[in-house]
């Protein structure tokens, strides 16, 4: 008997991938918040960084990790109520769309409310919705920073109104935002300038929406290449702001966190942006250029399993502007050689012979039982059979010899 499996690289490539560049600044940004990051959306890889690792209030940026899970656990179309603690746990006075007690909306619109008017209540609704309740979702934006690769983050709330145990870095929200965006849905939540929440059981009329972050509005902070974005403001946070930018393949993540005014916030965003795309590219690596491997892995001299790899997606990397493409070689690496369930092969991407990124390739595995019931036995089985043929053979011959016999002695 022989079982298959597969084990498929992951669909984007860059996920995975473990740059060793060490990228870094050449120049100095004048920039106004006092913590900044910029990343390779892809990589993750960060470009620029001041004071990247300072815990900071995040104020209404936190709304990213609401709509997020929001979107990824649960349905755009599921109906939901407003309860008295989703409208009453906040200050009227915060950002929100006025919704009622038992106001029904669905989860798509009060993402869209989150993200768009910065809506408090919205959130909170998202909040019950998806985590029973708001403490239990705030357990569950926690485990999911983590995953993201967070470091400094600890989230109290859904909506980022002020609380001491409630805080973030920019290099968290990057990594945070960098999970959210491979999210679809809320890719084209977070890059929406207008939206209209229709009527509902409550509200008669339209509500309508639009984007908070300027640089996805034509006007004096728009930023041609801008693609997603979220603002946010408290007294005791600043002026925060998260955008997302794409340019001939290069995809970057702007994080700015306290700053003194509302403009700067852009024109540090801009700032970072302009840098990015100015000293970075993306090179791309086609798949072809990985060798297929094929291992065959023998058991006391059977053959027990044989591995294939290939490489189904082209491997993308950001490199410095002024780098010459012919430094960057592609090669293939197998470890564990021996053993079935562990042996794997990555495409290497090296750049002037040392290898700064790997990836898994894709891996199909056939492996042959090889164990005595089904190599061993069976040829026993065989043999005792063709044994028992022979003895059965030699029985009837020897019959027949002994019934000829007796009918010639009685003819004579």
């Known amino acids: 008997m022989r079982k298959w499996f597969k084990g498929l690289a992951a669909l984007a490539l860059a996920i995975n991938m473990m740059p060793a ?53 649960g349905n755009p179309d599921q109906m939901l109520t407003a309860t008295d603690t989703a409208i009453d746990n906040i200050d009227r006075k915060s950002s929100h769309i006025w919704l009622d007690y038992g106001e029904e909306l669905s989860l798509k619109d009060a993402c869209y409310a989150a993200v768009m008017a910065s809506a408090n209540d919205a959130s909170n609704v998202l909040a019950e919705a998806i985590g029973g309740s708001q403490e239990e979702f705030s357990g569950l934006m926690n485990e999911a920073a983590a995953a993201a690769g967070a470091k400094n983050t600890h989230f109290a709330n859904a909506h980022g109104l002020p609380d001491e145990d409630h805080y973030t870095t920019a290099y968290d929200m990057a990594m945070i935002t960098r ?151 592609a090669s293939v ?27 898994a390739m894709e891996k199909e595995l056939e492996v042959n039982d090889i164990s005595f019931k089904a190599t061993t036995w069976p040829i026993i089985q065989k043999g005792l059979d063709l044994f028992s043929v022979g003895v059965f053979v030699l029985f009837m011959g020897l019959f027949l010899i002994a019934a000829l016999g007796r009918i010639n002695r009685r003819r004579s």
């Not at 798949?287 to 023998?298: G, L, R």
Request: glycine share 6%; aromatic share 12%.
């Open 179 to 329: 999970m959210a965006m491979k999210n679809a849905a809320f890719a084209e939540v977070f890059g929406t300038v207008k939206y209209e929440m229709q009527p509902t059981n409550k509200q008669k009329d339209v509500r309508y929406f639009a984007s908070g972050n300027d640089m996805l509005k034509k006007g004096e902070f728009f930023y041609e290449y801008a693609t997603g974005g979220k603002i946010g403001w408290t007294e005791d946070a600043g002026y925060t702001i998260v955008t997302t930018a794409s340019k001939d393949g290069v995809n970057l993540i702007a994080v700015v966190l306290k700053n003194s005014n509302k403009n700067a916030r852009y024109t540090d965003t801009r700032a970072l942006f302009d840098y990015g795309f100015a000293n970075y590219k993306q090179i791309t690596i086609p798949a072809s250029s990985f060798e297929e491997k094929t291992i065959e892995i023998k058991k006391r001299g059977q053959l027990w399993a044989t591995a294939k790899f290939k490489m189904s997606y082209d491997f993308k990397i950001l490199a410095k502007t002024n780098d010459d493409e012919s430094q960057y070689t």
């Open 21 to 73: 560049l060490s990228i870094k600044a050449e120049e100095e940004l004048n920039l106004d918040g006092e913590s900044a990051v910029l990343i390779d959306a892809d990589s993750g890889a960060v470009l620029y960084e001041k004071n990247a690792d300072d815990r900071h209030y995040p104020a209404s940026i936190t709304k990213i990790m609401t709509v997020y899970l929001a979107l990824s656990q």
């Open 333 to 359: 690496i197998v470890e564990n050689e021996k053993d079935p369930d562990t042996v794997q092969a990555y495409a290497i991407l090296n750049k002037n012979g040392a290898e700064i990124a790997r990836q």
